[in-house]
C-alpha cells in the first residue's frame, strides 16, 4: 500500500455478499470542478485507481478519505456518498 492510499483487500465488496453498499456523486462533482480522476487523487493523497474504484462503488472510503474527498469537491460526505445496508432491508 502506498502512503496515504487504501488497501484494495480491506475495502473492497464481494458482489454477491450482503452488506454496505456505496454510491457516490465524486464523478459528477469531479466534472463540475473540471478536476481529472488524477488531479483529484493527487488532491486526496490517494491513487487515480482508487478513485476510478469509488466512482464505481467498489471501495468503501474510509472516513478520512471521504473528508478529504467531499472537501476538496466543496460537498458534505452526505451528500458525496450514499450508503446502503442490505442487510437492514
Known amino acids: 500500500m502506498s502512503s496515504g492510499g487504501i488497501s484494495c483487500e480491506k475495502v473492497m465488496l464481494n458482489k454477491n455478499s450482503g452488506g454496505l453498499r456505496?454510491?457516490?456523486?465524486?464523478?459528477?462533482?469531479?466534472?463540475?470542478?473540471?478536476?481529472?480522476?488524477e488531479v483529484l487523487?493527487?488532491?486526496v493523497g490517494v491513487r487515480?485507481?482508487?478513485?476510478?474504484?469509488?466512482e464505481k462503488g467498489?471501495?468503501?472510503p474510509s472516513l478520512k478519505l471521504a473528508y478529504k474527498i467531499a472537501r476538496?469537491?466543496?460537498t458534505t460526505i452526505d451528500?458525496?456518498?450514499?450508503?446502503?445496508?442490505?442487510d437492514l432491508e
Not at 456505496?22 to 480522476?37: C, D, G, M, S, W
Not at 451528500?79 to 442490505?86: Q, T, V
Open 22 to 37: 456505496v454510491k457516490t456523486k465524486i464523478k459528477e462533482l469531479r466534472a463540475r470542478h473540471n478536476l481529472t480522476q
Open 41 to 43: 487523487a493527487n488532491m
Open 48 to 54: 487515480r485507481e482508487t478513485i476510478v474504484f469509488l
Open 58 to 60: 467498489k471501495y468503501n
Open 72 to 74: 476538496y469537491l466543496d
Open 79 to 86: 451528500e458525496l456518498f450514499i450508503f446502503e445496508d442490505s
